[in-house]
C-alpha cells in the first residue's frame, strides 16, 4: 500500500470530450467559485513525515475470537420514500450555531420544506435506514471519538451529526470556537472543531483535509499559485498524528481534485490536471490521483494502528462517504441552477461518468484496505458508505441560491450565486449520518463480541 506512480492515468475518452466540456462550464466554473470562497492561506508548516512502504507486519497481533458480525448490508442502491410522519429533530434555529450559515437554508429564507421529507429504503433484502436515533448512536460511540476528515462535504456532515445529537443530549464546543465561518478570515478555526458529549463521554470533531493526504491549497486572490499542490506520498498531518486517539473515522472529499493541481510523489512530478507548467502539459486527469489519496490516508491509518502496542490498541473503525456529486442545472448563476424542490424520480439520474470513476475508485481501495488492515491484525474495519446514487438524486436539497440570506428580499434577480454542491442542515446528508450510525452499529457488534470473548469467564 505504498506510494507509488498513479495506476490508472485517466484521462477520459474523447467521445466524452464535449460532456467533459460541458462538465468543465456547469460545474468547474461554479466550483471554482465556490473554492475561492472556501479557499485558505497555505496551511503553516509542520513538520515533514513520509509515508514510506509499511514493512510486512512480523508479529501480526493474536488471531483476535471473533463472533460473527451481523451480515454487511448494501447501503448503495435503494428509493427515496417520502415520510410526513418521521420526525424532524433539528432546525436552523435549534442548531443555528453549529450550522454553517450558507448551509442553514431555512434561517436564510428557503420557502419549501417538502426536501426535508425523504428516507432512504436500500434495495439490500433485510437492509434498513430507520431514522436517526440519538439516544443509539451515542451508546454506540460512547467514550470514542468520531472524526470527519476532508473537504466541506465532511464538514457538512459532521455538523449534520452533531446536530442531531445535540437535538437529545448537551454537547459543548471544545475547539474551534470564535472562528469564522468558514469562508473568511478566522475560519481555520472552524475548519477544525471538536465536539464533546459529556452525557457519554462521546467526541465528534472535524479536520480540513480537502485531499485526504497532503496538499497545499492554491492561494487565495492571485497572492500566490494558480493550482493545488499534492503530496501524494505525505501523509496531512493536520489529521494524521491523530489517528491513535479516533475510534471512528470518516473520510468524505472529491471535489477538490477537480481544480487545477499538479501531483508530487517524493519529490517528483508525477502528473497534473489542467497543468499550469506551460513546459508540460501533459494532462494525466485526476482519478488515478484521487484513489492514489484515497488508498494511502486509509493506509496511513491502517499503518498508525498497527504499530500501536497491541495492549494500547482501540478497535477502529475507518469510512470513507463516497463521492456525492453537484446539480448544476444550466447556468450557474441561474436563479434556477438548483432549484428542484424534489428529488429526482427513479430512473430520472443514472450516476454520471464521474460519479462512477470516483465512487467506484473509493469502493474497491476500501475492499483493499479492509483486507490490508485484516492480514496486518490492525484491528480496523474498513467500510464504505456508499451514498453517491442517493445523492445524485437528491438535486432539491442544495442551498441554491439561499447559500446567501434572502437572497430573492428584493424581488426576483436574473442571476444570483447558487451552492449545489454543499447539503442544506437539515437536508439530505443527515440521511448519510441515518446510514453511519448502522454502519457503526454492525462494526461496534463485533468489537463488543471481542470483548466478551477477551474477558474472563
Ligand atoms: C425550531 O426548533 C425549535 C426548538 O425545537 C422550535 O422552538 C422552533 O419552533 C423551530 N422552528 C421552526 C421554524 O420550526
Ligand atoms: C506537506 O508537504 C510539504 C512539502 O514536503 C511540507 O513542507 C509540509 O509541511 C507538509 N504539510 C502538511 C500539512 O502535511
Ligand atoms: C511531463 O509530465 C509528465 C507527468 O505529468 C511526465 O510523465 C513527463 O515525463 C513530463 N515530460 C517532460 C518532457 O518533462
Redesign the pocket.
Known amino acids: 500500500m505504498g506510494a507509488s506512480t498513479p495506476r490508472h492515468h485517466s484521462t477520459p475518452p474523447p467521445l466524452l470530450t464535449k460532456r467533459i466540456l460541458a462538465f468543465a462550464f456547469y460545474v468547474l466554473v461554479p466550483l471554482a467559485l465556490l473554492h475561492y470562497l472556501l479557499s485558505l492561506p497555505p496551511p503553516p508548516p509542520p513538520p515533514t513525515s513520509t509515508l514510506t512502504a509499511p514493512k510486512p507486519q512480523q508479529q501480526p497481533a493474536a488471531a483476535r475470537k471473533r463472533a460473527p458480525p451481523p451480515p454487511r448490508c448494501d447501503y448503495s442502491d435503494g428509493e427515496l420514500v417520502r415520510s410526513e410522519a418521521a420526525p424532524l429533530l433539528y432546525n436552523g434555529t435549534s442548531c443555528g450555531g453549529t450550522i454553517k450559515a450558507g448551509q442553514n437554508c431555512e434561517a436564510h429564507g428557503r420557502p419549501d420544506t417538502g426536501y426535508l421529507r425523504w428516507q432512504w429504503r436500500p434495495r439490500g433484502a433485510g437492509c434498513t435506514v430507520p431514522p436517526f436515533d440519538p439516544a443509539e448512536f451515542l451508546r454506540l460511540v460512547r467514550g470514542r471519538h468520531v472524526a470527519f476528515v476532508g473537504d466541506s462535504l465532511a464538514r457538512n456532515q459532521c455538523e449534520s451529526l452533531v446536530c442531531l445529537l445535540s437535538s437529545a443530549f448537551p454537547s459543548q464546543l471544545v475547539r474551534g470556537a470564535g472562528g469564522g465561518d468558514g469562508d473568511g478570515d478566522g475560519d481555520e478555526l472552524r475548519k477544525f472543531r471538536r465536539w464533546a458529549f459529556p452525557s457519554h463521554g462521546a467526541t465528534v470533531s472535524v479536520f480540513w483535509s480537502p485531499f485526504l493526504v497532503n496538499g497545499t491549497e492554491k492561494a487565495k486572490g492571485g497572492t500566490g499559485l494558480n493550482h493545488n499542490r499534492l503530496f501524494l506520498d505525505q501523509p496531512d498531518q493536520r489529521w494524521a498524528p491523530e489517528v491513535p486517539g479516533i475510534d471512528v473515522v470518516v473520510l468524505s472529499a472529491g471535489h477538490w481534485f477537480l481544480h487545477p493541481a499538479?501531483?508530487y510523489d517524493r519529490g517528483a512530478?508525477?502528473?497534473?490536471h489542467q497543468?499550469p507548467?506551460p513546459?508540460?502539459?501533459?494532462?494525466?486527469g485526476f482519478f488515478g490521483v484521487f484513489r492514489l489519496a484515497v488508498r494511502n490516508a486509509l493506509g496511513e491509518i491502517v499503518l498508525r494502528a498497527a504499530r500501536t502496542e497491541p495492549s494500547n490498541r482501540r478497535p477502529k473503525l475507518a469510512v470513507v462517504t463516497t463521492f456525492s456529486p453537484a446539480h448544476f442545472e444550466g447556468d450557474w448563476d441561474s436563479p434556477r441552477a438548483c432549484a428542484r424542490t424534489e428529488p429526482y424520480a427513479p430512473g430520472e439520474r443514472e450516476p454520471e461518468y464521474m460519479d462512477r470513476e470516483m465512487s467506484g475508485a473509493e469502493a474497491e481501495e476500501v475492499a483493499a484496505a479492509r483486507a490490508d488492515a485484516a492480514a496486518r491484525g490492525a484491528g480496523v474495519d474498513v467500510e464504505a458508505l456508499e451514498v453517491t446514487r442517493l445523492a445524485g438524486l437528491r438535486a432539491d436539497g442544495h442551498p441554491g441560491p439561499y447559500m446567501h440570506p434572502f437572497p430573492f428580499a428584493g424581488g426576483e434577480r436574473d442571476r444570483v450565486p447558487n451552492d449545489c454542491v454543499h447539503w442544506c442542515l437539515p437536508g439530505p446528508v443527515d440521511t448519510w449520518n441515518e446510514i453511519l450510525l448502522q454502519v457503526v452499529k454492525r462494526w461496534a457488534a463485533g468489537v463488543d463480541a471481542d470483548d466478551d470473548a477477551s474477558s474472563p469467564p
Request: with cysteine; aromatic share 8%; glycine share 8%.
Open positions: 499538479v501531483y512530478v508525477v502528473g497534473c497543468c507548467d513546459n508540460n502539459r501533459t494532462e494525466t
